[in-house]
């Protein structure tokens, strides 16, 4: 069974760190594109940043120059490193990719179970 695979989340002060993972499991699939996505507490959820097959990545205003995302094909692996963590980034962070088959086979969109990021004043 085809799974994204988080970790990193947890709980940090403001101004602090910290390194998201999100990894395939249970699959050959392979990372085509990623995204992260962010949802506090009633309200929506959004998007935080992307990356695409060509290496292209996209951020929310709100996390320009703090966040960067990227891929380790080699290891199969999407991260979103963040910094200069404010209370506001607290949310759930979900990862969700577009994966392919290296051979013949059914790719997909996927996404993570979510793992929380918070974040104190």
């Known amino acids: 069974q085809v799974q994204l695979v988080e970790s990193g989340g947890g709980l940090v002060q403001a101004g602090g760190s910290l390194r998201l993972s999100c990894a395939v499991s249970?699959?050959?699939?392979?990372?085509?594109?990623a995204g992260w996505y962010r949802q506090a507490p009633g309200k929506q959820r959004e998007l935080v940043a992307g990356i695409n097959s060509g290496g292209i990545t996209n951020y929310a205003d709100s996390v320009k120059g703090r966040f960067t995302i990227s891929r380790d094909s080699a290891k199969n692996t999407a991260y979103l490193q963040m910094n200069s963590l404010k209370p506001e980034d607290t949310a759930v962070y979900y990862c969700?990719?577009?994966?392919?088959?290296?051979?013949?086979?059914?790719?997909?969109?996927?996404w993570g179970q979510g793992t929380q990021v918070t974040v104190s004043s």
């Open positions: 969700n990719a577009d994966l392919i088959p290296t051979g013949y086979g059914m790719g997909g969109n996927y």
């Open positions: 249970g699959s050959t699939l392979r990372i085509y594109a």
